[in-house]
T-cell receptor, first 115, second 114 residues
Protein backbone atom coordinates (compact mmCIF):
# COMPACT_ATOMS: atom_id res chain seq x y z
CA UNK A 1 0.00 0.00 0.00
CA UNK A 2 1.91 3.02 -1.31
CA UNK A 3 1.02 6.06 0.75
CA UNK A 4 3.24 8.35 -1.34
CA UNK A 5 3.11 7.95 -5.10
CA UNK A 6 5.30 9.35 -7.81
CA UNK A 7 3.68 8.12 -10.98
CA UNK A 8 6.33 9.27 -13.42
CA UNK A 9 9.43 7.05 -13.24
CA UNK A 10 11.31 9.46 -15.51
CA UNK A 11 11.07 12.94 -16.96
CA UNK A 12 13.17 14.59 -19.66
CA UNK A 13 13.38 18.39 -19.81
CA UNK A 14 15.42 20.75 -21.93
CA UNK A 15 18.04 22.86 -20.18
CA UNK A 16 16.66 26.27 -19.24
CA UNK A 17 13.04 25.11 -19.21
CA UNK A 18 10.84 24.39 -16.20
CA UNK A 19 10.88 20.92 -14.63
CA UNK A 20 7.69 19.88 -12.83
CA UNK A 21 7.76 16.77 -10.67
CA UNK A 22 4.53 15.48 -9.19
CA UNK A 23 3.63 13.54 -6.07
CA UNK A 24 0.36 12.24 -4.65
CA UNK A 25 -0.33 10.94 -1.17
CA UNK A 26 -3.16 8.99 0.39
CA UNK A 27 -2.65 9.45 4.15
CA UNK A 28 -4.57 12.54 5.29
CA UNK A 29 -2.56 12.52 8.54
CA UNK A 30 0.58 13.66 6.72
CA UNK A 31 1.40 17.26 7.64
CA UNK A 32 4.98 17.66 6.41
CA UNK A 33 6.24 17.10 2.91
CA UNK A 34 9.80 17.09 1.64
CA UNK A 35 11.69 16.71 -1.61
CA UNK A 36 15.05 14.98 -1.77
CA UNK A 37 17.51 14.69 -4.64
CA UNK A 38 19.72 11.64 -5.08
CA UNK A 39 22.78 11.06 -7.23
CA UNK A 40 24.05 7.51 -7.83
CA UNK A 41 26.14 6.08 -4.97
CA UNK A 42 25.19 8.97 -2.64
CA UNK A 43 22.57 9.39 0.05
CA UNK A 44 19.51 11.57 -0.57
CA UNK A 45 20.09 15.32 -0.21
CA UNK A 46 17.35 17.53 1.19
CA UNK A 47 16.01 20.15 -1.24
CA UNK A 48 12.92 21.82 0.14
CA UNK A 49 9.98 21.15 2.45
CA UNK A 50 6.50 22.44 3.15
CA UNK A 51 4.07 22.04 6.01
CA UNK A 52 0.35 21.60 5.56
CA UNK A 53 -0.43 25.11 6.79
CA UNK A 54 1.15 26.52 3.62
CA UNK A 55 0.41 26.01 -0.05
CA UNK A 56 3.72 27.23 -1.45
CA UNK A 57 7.35 27.41 -0.43
CA UNK A 58 10.21 28.83 -2.49
CA UNK A 59 13.95 28.46 -2.23
CA UNK A 60 15.92 29.88 -5.12
CA UNK A 61 15.15 27.88 -8.27
CA UNK A 62 12.98 25.41 -6.35
CA UNK A 63 9.32 25.89 -5.47
CA UNK A 64 7.03 23.33 -3.87
CA UNK A 65 3.26 23.62 -4.20
CA UNK A 66 0.85 21.77 -1.94
CA UNK A 67 -2.83 21.11 -2.69
CA UNK A 68 -4.18 19.48 0.46
CA UNK A 69 -7.68 18.91 -0.85
CA UNK A 70 -6.28 16.98 -3.81
CA UNK A 71 -3.54 15.35 -1.71
CA UNK A 72 -1.05 16.47 -4.32
CA UNK A 73 2.23 18.30 -4.31
CA UNK A 74 4.63 19.34 -7.01
CA UNK A 75 8.21 20.54 -7.27
CA UNK A 76 9.05 23.18 -9.84
CA UNK A 77 12.65 23.79 -10.89
CA UNK A 78 13.22 26.96 -12.90
CA UNK A 79 15.42 27.19 -14.89
CA UNK A 80 16.52 23.57 -15.17
CA UNK A 81 20.28 23.02 -15.24
CA UNK A 82 22.39 19.97 -16.22
CA UNK A 83 23.36 19.42 -12.57
CA UNK A 84 19.69 18.90 -11.75
CA UNK A 85 19.80 15.51 -13.48
CA UNK A 86 19.17 13.08 -10.60
CA UNK A 87 16.45 10.99 -8.98
CA UNK A 88 13.97 13.10 -7.00
CA UNK A 89 12.07 11.61 -4.07
CA UNK A 90 8.94 12.97 -2.50
CA UNK A 91 8.57 12.19 1.21
CA UNK A 92 5.92 12.82 3.84
CA UNK A 93 5.44 12.55 7.59
CA UNK A 94 2.92 13.24 10.32
CA UNK A 95 5.47 14.93 12.50
CA UNK A 96 8.07 17.61 11.91
CA UNK A 97 11.37 15.88 11.23
CA UNK A 98 9.70 12.50 10.91
CA UNK A 99 9.67 11.54 14.56
CA UNK A 100 8.75 7.99 15.42
CA UNK A 101 7.11 7.48 12.02
CA UNK A 102 10.20 8.29 10.02
CA UNK A 103 9.65 9.61 6.52
CA UNK A 104 7.49 7.81 3.96
CA UNK A 105 9.02 8.04 0.50
CA UNK A 106 7.72 7.66 -3.02
CA UNK A 107 9.56 5.54 -5.59
CA UNK A 108 11.27 8.53 -7.16
CA UNK A 109 11.33 10.27 -10.53
CA UNK A 110 14.49 10.26 -12.63
CA UNK A 111 14.90 13.77 -14.03
CA UNK A 112 17.09 14.09 -17.11
CA UNK A 113 18.06 17.57 -18.27
CA UNK A 114 18.85 17.62 -21.97
CA UNK A 115 21.37 20.19 -23.25
CA UNK B 1 33.30 17.08 6.78
CA UNK B 2 30.58 17.26 9.47
CA UNK B 3 27.88 15.29 7.66
CA UNK B 4 26.48 11.86 8.46
CA UNK B 5 29.03 9.12 7.86
CA UNK B 6 28.48 5.39 7.41
CA UNK B 7 30.89 2.49 7.47
CA UNK B 8 31.51 0.37 5.52
CA UNK B 9 30.34 1.80 2.21
CA UNK B 10 30.14 -1.65 0.68
CA UNK B 11 29.78 -5.09 2.22
CA UNK B 12 29.72 -8.43 0.46
CA UNK B 13 28.81 -11.40 2.61
CA UNK B 14 27.73 -14.98 2.22
CA UNK B 15 24.24 -16.09 3.08
CA UNK B 16 23.94 -17.01 6.73
CA UNK B 17 26.65 -14.64 7.97
CA UNK B 18 26.03 -11.77 10.38
CA UNK B 19 26.83 -8.20 9.37
CA UNK B 20 27.02 -4.95 11.31
CA UNK B 21 26.92 -1.43 9.93
CA UNK B 22 27.90 1.77 11.71
CA UNK B 23 26.43 5.25 11.46
CA UNK B 24 27.92 8.44 12.88
CA UNK B 25 25.30 11.23 12.86
CA UNK B 26 25.92 14.96 12.78
CA UNK B 27 27.29 15.66 16.25
CA UNK B 28 24.55 17.88 17.65
CA UNK B 29 21.69 15.75 16.26
CA UNK B 30 19.89 13.64 18.83
CA UNK B 31 17.49 11.93 16.40
CA UNK B 32 18.79 9.04 14.33
CA UNK B 33 16.98 6.93 11.71
CA UNK B 34 17.76 3.81 9.70
CA UNK B 35 16.24 3.13 6.28
CA UNK B 36 16.58 0.43 3.65
CA UNK B 37 16.44 1.15 -0.06
CA UNK B 38 16.05 -1.53 -2.71
CA UNK B 39 16.34 -1.10 -6.47
CA UNK B 40 13.60 1.07 -7.95
CA UNK B 41 12.13 1.97 -4.56
CA UNK B 42 12.38 4.89 -2.21
CA UNK B 43 13.97 4.53 1.23
CA UNK B 44 11.90 2.46 3.64
CA UNK B 45 11.92 3.47 7.32
CA UNK B 46 13.24 0.82 9.72
CA UNK B 47 13.87 2.31 13.16
CA UNK B 48 14.26 5.54 15.13
CA UNK B 49 16.35 6.67 18.10
CA UNK B 50 16.03 9.76 20.21
CA UNK B 51 19.33 10.00 22.03
CA UNK B 52 20.01 6.43 23.22
CA UNK B 53 16.33 5.43 23.37
CA UNK B 54 14.98 3.34 20.52
CA UNK B 55 11.48 4.77 20.25
CA UNK B 56 10.32 2.85 17.19
CA UNK B 57 11.46 -0.61 16.14
CA UNK B 58 8.29 -2.31 14.97
CA UNK B 59 9.22 -1.50 11.36
CA UNK B 60 12.42 -3.56 11.48
CA UNK B 61 11.95 -6.18 8.80
CA UNK B 62 12.33 -9.26 10.96
CA UNK B 63 13.79 -10.36 14.27
CA UNK B 64 17.09 -10.89 12.45
CA UNK B 65 17.44 -7.09 12.37
CA UNK B 66 18.49 -5.11 15.43
CA UNK B 67 19.89 -1.67 16.10
CA UNK B 68 21.61 0.07 18.98
CA UNK B 69 22.73 3.54 19.93
CA UNK B 70 24.39 2.88 23.26
CA UNK B 71 25.66 6.35 24.19
CA UNK B 72 23.33 8.46 22.11
CA UNK B 73 26.02 9.15 19.54
CA UNK B 74 26.88 6.56 16.87
CA UNK B 75 24.51 3.72 16.01
CA UNK B 76 24.90 0.18 14.68
CA UNK B 77 22.52 -1.91 12.62
CA UNK B 78 23.04 -5.66 12.74
CA UNK B 79 21.55 -8.29 10.46
CA UNK B 80 21.90 -11.87 11.64
CA UNK B 81 21.81 -14.92 9.37
CA UNK B 82 21.71 -12.81 6.23
CA UNK B 83 19.54 -13.84 3.30
CA UNK B 84 19.82 -12.88 -0.36
CA UNK B 85 16.71 -10.72 0.04
CA UNK B 86 18.64 -8.53 2.49
CA UNK B 87 20.75 -7.20 -0.37
CA UNK B 88 20.02 -3.47 -0.44
CA UNK B 89 21.34 -0.03 0.42
CA UNK B 90 21.11 0.73 4.14
CA UNK B 91 20.83 4.45 4.86
CA UNK B 92 21.25 6.32 8.11
CA UNK B 93 19.84 9.81 8.71
CA UNK B 94 19.94 12.26 11.60
CA UNK B 95 18.11 15.40 12.61
CA UNK B 96 18.06 17.84 15.51
CA UNK B 97 15.21 17.57 18.00
CA UNK B 98 13.49 20.76 17.03
CA UNK B 99 13.35 23.47 14.44
CA UNK B 100 13.65 21.58 11.21
CA UNK B 101 11.59 19.27 9.03
CA UNK B 102 14.44 17.60 7.23
CA UNK B 103 16.60 14.59 7.92
CA UNK B 104 20.20 14.53 6.78
CA UNK B 105 21.26 11.31 5.12
CA UNK B 106 24.59 9.53 5.01
CA UNK B 107 26.01 7.94 1.85
CA UNK B 108 24.67 4.51 2.76
CA UNK B 109 26.11 1.00 3.06
CA UNK B 110 25.49 -1.25 0.07
CA UNK B 111 25.03 -4.86 1.19
CA UNK B 112 25.34 -7.75 -1.24
CA UNK B 113 24.48 -11.21 0.04
CA UNK B 114 25.78 -14.03 -2.15
Amino acid sequence: DQQVKQNSPSLSVQEGRISILNCDYTNSMFDYFLWYKKYPAEGPTFLISISSIKDKNEDGRFTVFLNKSAKHLSLHIVPSQPGDSAVYFCAASRYSGGGADGLTFGKGTHLIIQP
Amino acid sequence: DTGVSQDPRHKITKRGQNVTFRCDPISEHNRLYWYRQTLGQGPEFLTYFQNEAQLEKSRLLSDRFSAERPKGSFSTLEIQRTEQGDSAMYLCASSPALGTNEQYFGPGTRLTVT
